[in-house]
């Protein structure tokens, strides 16, 4: 185990998602800092170990009280379910950074970060109590969520976290909420987008710290700051909602054209060069074939699972709900979702295997 905390970073949670960004996490601490990865997969573990060999070294950690424990001094336990990232301190030569503890969580839904937060015995904020004993006074500490999560989940922990912060820890603890964007792919790239909130009064000293940690992961220039504490994961939501409306809109467009005979790639080369354009059209096409190294000309495997569209879809579905917005084209999206998730030979594919859904259906 290393023996600084200050130079050691946990990543815990090998997952489809956190494989990638722990990768590109390894690759961009340097050598010198110390990467602790956990994860229930031991498979994932040892090849993760042979892949980034020479990168730094990395240590395995049986469970998340010896990551945070060597991380940062923050006791917590993690079941099976947990997505959970965790980072300690910035380079010595970024004075914002000194003395600051960072938790990022990457979870799958609210259940996992009521529990992984809010348990009074094994979350991280009974944690970040606990740790106040042997940290006076208390350091400044960081803990963010980076998940799709419903938004009464994530401002429910972002109350209770500024409670336990002003009557227990000094003031020392911000939560902030980044949800990602970009998939797998984009995990792999290291090119992910990542939408943030934060309390504004918390925000210029605590952005930049932010900042530097999602770089190593994402796109720098694609690192928004969106608004107070709730706001990134009401971006995200919104920005999905847009995304799988556009999936079924742009497959029928394109279904359109195939079964009118024409070519589908001269006819997306029209749409993105007028104003059909969208990320469907251009970045991640749904007809197999008119685009490389997409999911539907890989059997529309590796990409965003329909179910998780279906998901978000009614997140924002919700949302709107919650502020009282109108709208249209939810629930026929929601329908047709669900009508190709109810077939297996489109169960559990990217989501733009609905142009497939459509191309072999017949017309009611």
């Known amino acids: ?210 900042k530097s940690y999602l770089a190593h992961m994402g796109n720098k220039d694609g690192i928004f700051l969106c608004g107070d504490v709730g706001a990134g994961t009401a971006f995200k939501i919104i920005n999905n909602y847009l995304s799988a409306i556009t999936s079924l809109a742009a497959s029928e467009a394109l279904n359109i054209g195939v079964k009118a005979g024409l070519d589908p790639s001269l006819l997306t080369d029209v749409i993105n060069a007028s104003g059909g354009q969208c990320w469907v059209t251009s970045k991640s096409n749904p007809v197999p074939g008119v685009q490389a190294n997409v999911p539907s000309s890989r059997g529309y495997e590796g990409g965003f699972r329909i179910e998780l569209c279906a998901k978000v879809l009614g997140m924002g579905k919700r949302l709107a709900e919650m502020v009282g917005a109108r709208t249209v084209l939810d629930g026929p999206t929601l329908e047709a979702f669900g009508e190709a998730m109810a077939d297996q030979r489109y169960r559990g594919k990217d989501a733009r295997v609905v142009y497939k859904w459509l191309n072999e259906s017949e017309r009611r």
Not at 35 to 57: S, W, Y
Not at 107 to 115: E, F, N, R, Y
């Open 1 to 210: 185990m290393p023996s600084s905390p200050d130079e050691t970073v946990a990543f815990i949670g090998l997952g489809v998602m956190g494989y990638p960004m722990a990768k590109n996490l390894r690759a961009g601490l340097g050598p010198e800092k110390t990467l602790l990865i956990c994860d229930v997969n031991t498979d994932a573990l040892e090849r993760f170990k042979v892949e980034t060999e020479g990168q730094g070294p990395v240590e395995v950690v049986k469970n998340g009280f010896e990551g945070t424990k060597a991380a940062v001094g923050i006791h917590s336990l993690l079941n099976s379910r947990t997505y959970f990232n965790m980072y300690h301190r910035h380079p010595a030569n970024d004075p914002c950074v000194c003395n600051q503890n960072t938790v990022i969580t990457m979870l799958p839904g609210s259940d996992a970060v009521k529990t992984v937060y809010l348990d009074p015995e094994t979350g991280i904020l009974a944690g970040a109590i606990a740790a106040v004993a042997n940290d006076q006074p208390p350091a400044q500490k960081l803990i963010m969520e980076c998940g799709t999560i419903e938004t009464d989940t994530i401002l429910a922990v972002a109350q209770t976290t500024q409670k336990t912060s002003s009557s227990k820890l000094s003031d020392a603890l911000t939560f902030v909420d980044a949800p990602v964007s970009g998939g797998p792919m984009g995990a792999q790239d290291g090119t992910l987008t990542f939408m943030v909130g934060c309390l504004p009064a918390a925000s210029p000293r605590v952005f930049p710290i932010v």
